[in-house]
């Protein structure tokens, strides 16, 4: 049974910095790729960044330069870190295991149960 737990959102301030964690179990971890996404109150679930089973990653513009993905094998784990958060990066960020294809990610039906970002101004 694939199950995927996020964790590591609060509130922080503008400026501020968090860094989330996907624990993934019930699948071979190291081939498969992961995203993470978000959705804010009123508005579609977005895509924010994935890696791929080789560690290839790719962000959204929105958040290029202040997010990184990253995964620990060893630990079944996938990282998102959030830096210079800003208002806007407020949501409910979600893990996803999907598939990577020619920079391109593929989402699959498993997904966390997501973590609550909130930034002030």
């Known amino acids: 049974q694939v199950q995927l737990v996020e964790s590591g959102g609060g509130l922080v301030q503008a400026g501020g910095s968090l860094r989330l964690s996907c624990a993934a179990s019930g699948i071979t971890f190291r081939i498969n790729a992961f995203g993470w996404y978000r959705q804010a109150p009123g508005k579609q679930r977005e895509l924010v960044a994935h890696i791929s089973s080789s560690g290839s990653t790719k962000y959204a513009d929105s958040v290029l330069g202040r997010f990184t993905i990253s995964r620990d094998n060893a630990k079944n784990t996938v990282y998102l870190q959030l830096n210079s958060l800003k208002p806007e990066d407020t949501a409910v960020y979600y893990c996803?295991?999907?598939?990577?294809?020619?920079?391109?990610?593929?989402?699959?039906?498993?997904w966390g149960q997501g973590t609550q970002v909130t930034v002030s101004s």
């Open positions: 996803n295991r999907g598939t990577a294809f020619s920079g391109n990610y593929y989402a699959s039906d498993h």
